[in-house]
C-alpha cells in the first residue's frame, strides 16, 4: 500500500473536512473491506476534493484491479502505473452502459445510460473490430448489452471497449492518415474527450458484426482521444446471430 502522500482539503472554507482527515491508509483499508464497492467510491468522491482526489488516485485504480485482474494487467504492462484518461473514467466504462440520447451520437436513438451488474471484456472479440492492418493493437471490447424490442428500431446492443497505449496505436495513425475528422459536438461520456466515428472512417470490418451477431450494415462505433470505443449495433434475432457465428 504505497499511500504515504497526505493531502489537505481546499473544498472550502465551510467544509466539514478542515479539522483534518483520517489518514490514507486507514480509508484504504476501509474500502478494501467494502470490496472497492464503487457506488460508495463515488459517494465518497463527492464530499470534497480531497476525497475526490484520493478516489482518482488510488480508490478507482483499485476497484479495477479487483473488477478486471487480468486485464488491468495487460493494459499496465508497458510500463505504464496509469491507464489512458484516468482510472475513473475506466471504472465507469467497466460498470456502465452509456445508452444514447435522440440527437446524439446514434441519431433517432434514445435509450438511457445505465449501471450492469457485471460485464465480460475480451481482447479475442476485440480483434474482430479491426482492419487487418490494425490487429496488432490491443483491444478489450464488451458483449453488447441488449435493449430488445425498441420499436422500429428492433433489438439493439451497445458495447464499450478500452485500447492498451491507445496514443502509439496503429489505429490512431490510420484515422490521421485518413483525416478523419473529430465529432464537433459530442464528447466521450467516460472521460469527456473529443470522439472519431470509425464508420467515417470506414473503418469498421465486418468481422464486428459477426462478432456481435447484428446486421452488417447497423453497426456504428466511435473511439475517444483516450481509447475508450463505445459503439451500437442492431442485433439479429437468435437464430440469424447463430448462423452469423458459424460464417465467422
Same mark, same amino acid.
Given at each position: 500500500?504505497?499511500?504515504?502522500?497526505?493531502?489537505?482539503?481546499? #473544498?472550502?472554507?465551510?467544509?466539514?473536512? &478542515?479539522?483534518?482527515?483520517? &489518514?490514507?491508509?486507514?480509508?484504504?483499508?476501509?474500502?478494501?473491506?467494502?470490496?472497492?464497492? *464503487?457506488?460508495?467510491?463515488?459517494?465518497?468522491?463527492?464530499?470534497?476534493?480531497?476525497?475526490? $482526489?484520493?478516489?482518482?488516485?488510488?480508490?478507482?485504480?483499485?476497484?479495477?484491479? &479487483?473488477?478486471?485482474?487480468?486485464m488491468m494487467i495487460d493494459l499496465q504492462s508497458s510500463g505504464s502505473h496509469s491507464v489512458?484518461?484516468?482510472?475513473?473514467?475506466?471504472?465507469?466504462?467497466?460498470?456502465?452502459?452509456?445508452?444514447?440520447? /435522440?440527437?446524439?451520437?446514434? $441519431?433517432?436513438? #434514445?435509450?438511457?445510460?445505465?449501471?450492469?451488474?457485471?460485464?465480460?471484456?475480451?481482447?479475442?472479440?476485440?480483434?474482430?473490430?479491426?482492419?487487418?492492418?490494425?490487429?496488432?493493437?490491443?483491444?478489450?471490447?464488451?458483449? *453488447?448489452?441488449?435493449?430488445?424490442?425498441?420499436?422500429?428500431?428492433? $433489438?439493439?446492443?451497445?458495447?464499450?471497449?478500452?485500447?492498451?497505449?491507445?496514443?502509439?496505436?496503429?489505429?490512431?495513425?490510420?484515422?490521421?492518415?485518413?483525416?478523419?475528422?473529430?465529432?464537433?459536438?459530442?464528447?466521450?461520456?467516460?472521460?469527456?474527450?473529443?470522439?472519431?466515428?470509425?464508420?467515417?472512417?470506414?473503418?469498421? *470490418?465486418?468481422?464486428?458484426?459477426? /462478432?456481435?451477431?447484428?446486421?452488417? $450494415?447497423?453497426?456504428?462505433?466511435?473511439?475517444?482521444?483516450?481509447? #475508450?470505443?463505445?459503439?451500437?449495433?442492431?442485433?439479429? *434475432?437468435?437464430?440469424?446471430?447463430?448462423?452469423?457465428?458459424?460464417?465467422?
Open positions: 500500500m504505497p499511500l504515504s502522500k497526505q493531502y489537505r482539503c481546499i #473544498h472550502s472554507g465551510t467544509c466539514a473536512c &478542515t479539522k483534518g482527515h483520517l &489518514t490514507e491508509d486507514i480509508i484504504f483499508l476501509v474500502f478494501q473491506q467494502l470490496n472497492w464497492n *464503487p457506488k460508495l467510491i463515488a459517494a465518497f468522491s463527492c464530499s470534497c476534493k480531497w476525497f475526490d $482526489d484520493f478516489a482518482k488516485r488510488v480508490l478507482w485504480k483499485e476497484f479495477c484491479k &479487483t473488477r478486471a485482474p487480468k489512458d484518461g484516468s482510472w475513473r473514467a475506466l471504472g465507469k466504462l467497466l460498470i456502465y452502459c452509456s445508452g444514447c440520447t /435522440r440527437g446524439g451520437l446514434f $441519431d433517432n436513438i #434514445h435509450i438511457p445510460g445505465h449501471f450492469v451488474y457485471r460485464t465480460r471484456f475480451s481482447r479475442t472479440s476485440g480483434k474482430s473490430f479491426l482492419l487487418p492492418q490494425c490487429r496488432s493493437d490491443v483491444l478489450y471490447v464488451s458483449d *453488447p448489452c441488449e435493449h430488445l424490442d425498441q420499436g422500429e428500431d428492433g $433489438d439493439i446492443g451497445f458495447f464499450r471497449g478500452i485500447f492498451k497505449s491507445f496514443s502509439v496505436s496503429k489505429v490512431r495513425k490510420l484515422l490521421i492518415k485518413r483525416g478523419a475528422q473529430l465529432h464537433p459536438t459530442e464528447a466521450c461520456p467516460y472521460c469527456k474527450a473529443k470522439l472519431w466515428s470509425m464508420q467515417e472512417a470506414k473503418m469498421i *470490418p465486418q468481422s464486428a458484426s459477426c /462478432r456481435l451477431g447484428a446486421y452488417e $450494415d447497423c453497426i456504428e462505433y466511435y473511439v475517444c482521444l483516450n481509447g #475508450h470505443v463505445l459503439g451500437v449495433c442492431t442485433l439479429l *434475432p437468435l437464430s440469424e446471430s447463430e448462423e452469423a457465428s458459424e460464417l465467422e
